[in-house]
């Protein structure tokens, strides 16, 4: 999907929510639904995702040293997906009926996703390192649903050629969607906090090519 379809879709779903932000991530940009989930449904989900994903922490190494990634996640996806991630080769498991609902509505936005990465932040001291996610399965506009579930955290944002900096609090229940150019040219994280945080999740839905 590229830039103009993007903005297209993401401009007519935008229509229907009173609390919605643009973020200028030139040459990409993201939009922000604030409730997208109610706050029922939001609880509901993430205890569902608690129960039933397949956790782990796979050891992963950085800068010649494996350790295991500092949260949990769970791949689920369509049949035969499968991702390949910091030396990781990830085959999804299956949509729970939640998630799979979950993907439906996003789907019927116009933005069609056939794999999530979650990811459980469990407490302040886990957190995700700078990075993008454009790898090559990814195809060429990796546009990214980042669906937000429990404690609000900052997601942070910087231009790779150091051109510019942002970030955005994302709350419970709360939509961000990215385009592709946002993956090319910006990097993201979810840096550790010395505050006590409860529990975070965050769907990380993709599209991922055979
Ligand atoms: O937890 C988040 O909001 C960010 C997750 C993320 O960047 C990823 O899964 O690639
Ligand atoms: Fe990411």
Redo the contacts with the bound molecule.
Sequence with gaps: MNETTFTNHAAALAEHFADTEWLDLSPGRALLIRYWLGRGDSGALLHDCLDRLPWESPRIRLFGKEHPIPRRHAFVGDPQVTYRWSGLRQEAHPWTASLDAVRGRLDAAGFAFNSA?V?H?RSGTDS?GW?S?RERELGDNPV?A?I?LGQE?R?AFKRRDGEGRLSVS?PDGSL?LTSGAVQHHWL???AKSARQLDH?I?L?FRYIYP
Aim: glycine share 0%.
């Design positions: 990465l990811n932040y995700m990075h996610d990214v980042t937000s955290r997601l994302l961000l993201h994280q979810v975070r965050s990380t």
